[in-house]
C-alpha cells in the first residue's frame, strides 16, 4: 500500500473512532456495541500502520480471495453505516429502557397497593 | 430507603428483605425486580417491601439506577444498595450507616478487601480484574478503591443527580471514577461477605471478557466527561 492510502486509511480510522466515542458518550451507542467497533478500527489501524503486518494480512486476503483493492471501499462504507444502525437501535433500547423504568417507578407498590413517589412527580 | 435489585432470586429474596426490615426498621426497603422469570416478585407479597417491576431484564446498572431515580422523586437523603442473594448481612448495615453519617463521605462502600488489602480468596481471573480495576481507579483518580464491584453502598442525596445524569454499565469502577473526578468524597468500610447460597452470579464466561473491555471503555470516557463537567461548571 502507498504511503497515501495508509495515511488516508488512519485517518479514516481516527474519524471513525471519534465518532464512535461521540456516540457512546452521548449515550447513543450502546458500550457494548462501542467496544468492537473501537477495538476493531484499532486492530484495522495497527495493521495499517506495520508494514509486516500488513504484508502478511495482504498475502494472506490475495490467497483466500482474489479482491481488487477497491473492495476496501464498500467495506468502510459499510463499517460506518453499521455504526449508524446500531446506534439508532441503542436510542430505541434507551427509549425501551427509559419507559420500563418509569412504568416500574409509578406502579412500585407495597402489599399491593399502589404507593409511588414517582406518580406525584409532574 | 434500601434498594434491593433482584433478578430471579426467589429463593433468597423473601429472607433478605425480611432481615433488612428487622435490622433497619425505620428504613423503607425498595426490591427493583429486573424482568425476573421466576416467583421473585409473587414471594415479596405481604413482605412490606415496595417493589418496583422492570417488564424486562434491564441489567444491573439500570436497576440501580431505577433504585436512584425512585429516591431522588421520593425525596430520600441516602440510598443504601445491597444484593438480593444474601451475601450481604444487613446487619453491616448499621456501622457502616454510623460511619457514612460522620459527614465524610457521599458514597461509602462496604468493602470486603480494604482490611486485608488483598484478593486472596477469590479465582485468579476476578483477582486480575480487581486489582486492575482498583489499580485504574486509583491512577484516574488519585484514590484507591480496594472493593470496585461491591453492590453494598450507601450514597448521599447529592450524588443522585450526577448517577442518572450520566449512564453507567454496573455502577463499578467506571462510575467510582466519574464521581471521584467530579469531586465527590468515596470511602470503603470492611465488611464480610457470605458464600453464595442459590442461584449464579450476574457475570457469565462471555461477560468475563465483555466487563472488562466495555468498563475500560466507559472509565475513560468518564474520566473525559468528568473533566468537562467541572470545565463547564466552573
Known amino acids: ?122 | 430507603m434500601v434498594a434491593i435489585p433482584a433478578y430471579n432470586e426467589a429463593a433468597t429474596i423473601r429472607a433478605v428483605v425480611d432481615r433488612v426490615r428487622a435490622e433497619l426498621p425505620d428504613c423503607d426497603v425498595l426490591v427493583i425486580n429486573d424482568g425476573s422469570d421466576d416467583d421473585t416478585a409473587a414471594v415479596l407479597a405481604g413482605s412490606g417491601a415496595v417493589v418496583a417491576d422492570h417488564l424486562c431484564n434491564l441489567g444491573y446498572g439500570r436497576a440501580i439506577q431505577t433504585a436512584v431515580l425512585y429516591a431522588t422523586r421520593g425525596g430520600y437523603d441516602r440510598l443504601i444498595t445491597l444484593d438480593a442473594d444474601g451475601q450481604h448481612d444487613p446487619a453491616q448495615v448499621r456501622p457502616l450507616l454510623a460511619e457514612f453519617d460522620q459527614g465524610r463521605w457521599d458514597i461509602l462502600i462496604g468493602s470486603r478487601y480494604v482490611a486485608r488489602q488483598k484478593y486472596d480468596d477469590v479465582p485468579i481471573g476476578r483477582r486480575v480484574g480487581m486489582q486492575l480495576f482498583s489499580t485504574l481507579v486509583r491512577l484516574t483518580a488519585g484514590r484507591r478503591i480496594y472493593d470496585t464491584t461491591s453492590g453494598l453502598k450507601i450514597m448521599g442525596r447529592q450524588t443522585f443527580a450526577p448517577l442518572t445524569n450520566w449512564q453507567f454499565i454496573d455502577f463499578h469502577a467506571e462510575a467510582l471514577v466519574y464521581l471521584m473526578r467530579l469531586g465527590f468524597r468515596i470511602g470503603e468500610f470492611p465488611i464480610t461477605v457470605a458464600t453464595r447460597s442459590h442461584g449464579q452470579s450476574m457475570y457469565s464466561t462471555l461477560s468475563h471478557v465483555k466487563y472488562p473491555l466495555k468498563t475500560m471503555l466507559m472509565l475513560v470516557l468518564g474520566l473525559v466527561q468528568a473533566n468537562l463537567t467541572r470545565k463547564r461548571t466552573s
Open chain 1, 1 to 122: 500500500m502507498t504511503i497515501a492510502g495508509v495515511v488516508l486509511g488512519v485517518a479514516i480510522g481516527v474519524v471513525l473512532l471519534l465518532w464512535v466515542v461521540h456516540l457512546i458518550r452521548g449515550d447513543r451507542l450502546y458500550v457494548g456495541y462501542g467496544v468492537i467497533f473501537v477495538l476493531g478500527t484499532l486492530a484495522a489501524m495497527t495493521v495499517l500502520i506495520v508494514p509486516p503486518l500488513l504484508d502478511a494480512v495482504t498475502r494472506t486476503s490475495v490467497a483466500l480471495l482474489s479482491v481488487p483493492a477497491l473492495s476496501i471501499v464498500p467495506l468502510v462504507i459499510f463499517t460506518f453505516l453499521m455504526v449508524y444502525v446500531f446506534a439508532q437501535i441503542t436510542i430505541l433500547s434507551n427509549r425501551v429502557m427509559r419507559l420500563t423504568q418509569e412504568l416500574a417507578m409509578r406502579s412500585a407498590r407495597r402489599d399491593g397497593e399502589l404507593e409511588s413517589p414517582a406518580a406525584e412527580q409532574p
